[in-house]
């Protein structure tokens, strides 16, 4: 079974650009997670998908952030303008949607480095 | 607020002896708690939970110790492995709340 993907893998930017990144998640993983790790931080949760339903966003940083979902499978996250403090390593997660933590496993993504130059 | 946090950023260990990775955090609402692995160029990788009904559960090579009085969480990793090396992340979860709180992470090097 595949795990989460996500694309690219790198992506390097000048200040100021778009960029966008991709996760697909499990199939059959109704939540889907973005978290983010900026340098020499903790990974911090940015917003959490349930289907199509933007369920929790009280983890994206500013209105720069967007995070769609279209159909209920792949996600995107699109940064419009980047700026410097937005370079990072950007995870995916997706999860079944038991209702129970405990059994809803996340699981990661390898993640997408960021750098805005 | 809530916090997750580690008591040592590095840790260096001999290859075959036990490995004891520390984790404190501050809310004690959380009920669910989780050890990530990080190898490098890979996201987080699940090893083992717990959740605060229990004090201790064991895995594969792995035992999660959780001690709710002093709000404490200990990974212990019995005959370390150089494969073991990676960045170790203690994490918290409520169930009301879905998303995953982490703490720093440690870094665990394996001595040959």
């Known amino acids: 079974e595949a795990g989460v993907t996500q694309f690219p893998s790198h992506s390097v930017i000048e200040k100021g650009q778009t960029v966008t990144l991709r996760c697909d998640p499990i199939s059959g993983h109704d939540n889907l997670y973005w978290y983010r790790r900026v340098m020499g931080k903790e990974i911090k949760f940015l917003l959490h998908?349930?289907?199509?339903?933007?369920?929790?966003e009280s983890g994206m940083p500013n209105n720069r952030f967007l995070a769609e979902r279209t159909g209920g499978t792949y996600s995107t996250l699109k940064v419009q303008p980047a700026e410097l403090e937005d370079s990072g390593v950007y995870f995916c997660?997706?999860?079944?949607?038991?209702?129970?933590?405990?059994?809803?496993?996340?699981?990661f993504g390898p993640g997408t480095r960021l750098t805005v130059l | 607020g809530e916090s997750v946090g580690l008591h040592l950023p590095t840790l260096s260990v001999q290859e075959g002896d036990n490995s004891i990775i520390n984790c404190a955090y501050s809310n004690s609402a959380s009920d669910y708690f989780i050890w990530y692995k990080q190898e490098s160029g890979k996201g987080p990788q699940f090893i083992i939970d717990?959740?605060?009904?229990?004090d201790k559960r064991q895995g594969q090579r792995v035992t999660v110790l959780l001690n709710k009085t002093v709000k404490h969480l200990s990974l212990q990793i019995a005959a370390t492995q150089p494969g073991d090396s990676a960045v170790y992340f203690c994490a918290e979860n409520h169930w009301r709340d879905d998303k995953i709180i982490f703490g720093k992470g440690t870094r665990l090097h394996i001595l040959p």
């Open positions: 997660a997706s999860s079944l949607n038991t209702g129970d933590a405990s059994t809803d496993t996340q699981y």
């Open positions: 998908f349930v289907k199509e339903s933007k369920q929790d």
């Open positions: 717990i959740r605060s009904n229990m």
